[in-house]
């Protein structure tokens, strides 16, 4: 008799709250004969709005300009500096939907797949105002050593087209979307049916992203001679005359550094695959083999900024519009066993990783970049390394657990930054002016410590009417760099910590105490220096505290 299809549909996290997000998502599954269907789609809008503390800008390379007045080189006499304080404030929407299909054949064939459609939208509708200009703007009774006041240019993109208050120096007010296309299949073969099982699988992508709106700022709308005009800042009233920025529609007249959507646009498409051999010796031990890549998607950077003058006065470096996807490709080699009727278990792999055409973000005003963070493209790397777990019942309630790994990480080359301006005469040759900022070869990842491990002991037992249990565990995170290349990087000493708890529980209730960093390790999780000062992130000192719950 002929199997009839058979349809079931879910619906699941429906929320609503107008002021905050709206979410839903639905689950459709199906059977045509032994052939199952799922389709599964969802739809999210989250509204955002955040302020924080910006007043370490006043460090920077321009806090002056944006916060004193008459200053200069060699006068500072008749200067006046106002506040310092200054925060950045922001609304943000964002909408995301998504949508699968996939069909999968009986898990009992020997030969069996999953193939299937994928589509998706998300937008990112964001309004930033960084307020650290607290010069005052000006009016009738302040007409020079002002500022006028900065807005989106006439006709351009965005979500809020008004002028900006007095305190904003900068302002970022964009529309991003990305849409991504995919289709993927995967199937197993069974060689040797439950012994040898080869997987294999693909998944062709398509990705798009886009950003209408653009950045605009101050920098050239500070008043030094009396004026009458105090209404937006254009580049025929800012001043100083002169012309705003870096769109690509010419000079930004209301204000610099603004670019349009057109010039901020990447499409990435290709396969990324993986395939995979198990060999179950027998049913305690599986030894197997991947090879697998993966990849990151390109994007664009805000704008295209002119630095590092040569000796003719000639830019040798233009930050690139676009920087293209990095790929990684990992070789891994492994073990899953059991002994000793399961009671210890013990895993392992050795692999290779190339990773390739990295993407690095940069953030390097001190060797005249400019104050925005950019990225690019940069080195190859290689990770050679392995990793080990061990789960071991000593006795009845008594396990004790451990796990490590060692990485060997890398730089395979070092392409330095290349002169990318054809009115330079240097142009194609490395820029040697400033230090190669991808860093030399051999340099390690960032965050990549070369070992690292944890290990617990843990012992549960009755007590009464109660179970109860104790242990104690520790963790070891070796010497590590916090980022790639030369800017910003620094050297993170190596850490060990230790933690325990102890505990009782009857039916639905539980009681627990614990202490976490026991030793009050001080030690930086993360140091740079993105604020104009070196800052560290350290870990949580020790913490010692009690908890209580209960089951319903």
């Known amino acids: 008799m002929r199997a009839l299809p058979s349809l079931s549909v879910t619906t699941f996290n429906p929320s609503y709250d107008k002021d905050k997000f709206e979410n839903t998502a639905l689950v459709v599954n199906g059977k045509i004969g032994d052939w199952k269907l799922v389709y599964s789609g969802g739809y999210l809008v989250r509204n955002v709005s955040q302020q924080q503390d910006y007043t370490n800008y006043a460090r920077g390379v321009f806090g002056t300009y944006y916060q004193c007045t008459g200053l200069s080189k060699t006068s500072a006499a008749s200067g006046v500096c106002y506040s310092p304080s200054s925060t950045w404030q922001e609304t943000e929407k964002n909408t995301h939907q998504s949508h699968e299909f996939r069909v999968s054949s009986p898990d009992d064939f020997r030969i069996r797949g999953t193939a299937g459609l994928y589509w998706e939208e998300f937008k990112i509708y964001d309004d930033t105002d960084w307020t650290y200009k607290t010069v005052p703007s000006c009016s009738a009774e302040l007409d020079v050593n002002c500022f006028n006041n900065v807005q989106p240019w006439p006709g351009g993109t965005a979500n809020n087209p008004n002028e900006r208050g007095d305190n904003v120096g900068f302002f970022d007010d964009t529309t991003r979307t990305i849409i991504q296309r995919a289709a993927f299949g995967s199937f197993d073969v069974d060689i040797i049916p439950k012994t040898l099982i080869f997987t294999a699988g693909t998944r062709y992508y398509h990705f798009d992203e886009s950003e209408l709106g653009g950045d605009v700022g101050s920098f050239y709308c500070k008043v030094y001679t009396p004026t009458t005009y105090y209404g937006p800042c254009t580049s025929a009233t800012n001043g100083n005359g002169k012309p705003g920025g870096t769109g690509i529609a010419g000079s930004a007249p209301y ?29 305690d031990i599986l030894l197997y083999y991947t090879w697998s890549q993966g990849f990151r998607p390109g994007g664009f950077n805000r704008g295209v900024k002119y630095t590092q003058p040569d000796a003719t006065g000639a830019y040798q470096y233009s930050t690139p519009t676009n920087y293209s996807p990095d790929t990684l490709t990992n070789n891994e080699l492994g073990f899953k066993t059991e002994f000793w009727n399961h009671r210890v278990q013990l895993n392992g792999a050795v692999y290779r990783e190339d990773w390739k055409n990295t993407i690095v973000e940069f953030f390097d005003p001190q060797q005249g970049f400019g104050n925005l963070t950019f990225v690019t493209n940069g080195p190859n790397y ?29 730089q395979a080359n070092s392409p330095n930054l290349i002169n990318n301006n054809p009115a330079s005469p240097n142009f194609g040759k490395a820029i040697t002016s400033v230090e190669n900022v991808y860093g030399l070869q051999g340099s390690p990842l960032g965050e990549s410590p070369r070992m690292q491990g944890n290990a617990r002991v843990r012992y549960e037992f009755p007590l009464n009417d109660y179970h ?10 070796g010497l590590s760099h916090s980022t790639v290349g030369t800017v910003d990087n620094y050297v993170m000493p190596g850490y060990t910590t230790f933690d325990a708890a102890a505990g009782v529980s009857k039916d639905a209730w539980n009681v627990q105490f614990f202490v976490q960093n026991a030793g009050n390790k001080l030690a930086s999780t993360y140091t740079n220096s993105a604020q104009f000062i070196m800052t560290e992130t350290v870990l949580r000192p020790r913490i010692a505290g009690v908890k209580f719950g209960y089951k319903f």
Do not use: C
Not at 263 to 282: I, K, M, P, Q
């Open 468 to 477: 109860a249990f104790g242990q104690v565990g520790a963790q070891y995170y």
């Open 255 to 283: 204000g610099t550094n603004l670019n349009e959507a057109s010039y901020n646009n990447s499409t990435y498409h290709g396969f990324r695959s993986r395939a995979n051999l198990s060999w179950h010796v027998d049913d």
């Open 382 to 410: 290689r990770v050679d390394g392995f990793e080990l777990q061990a789960i071991t019942k000593v006795m009845e309630g008594l396990t004790i657990q451990g796990s490590g790994s060692y990485n060997h990480s890398y």
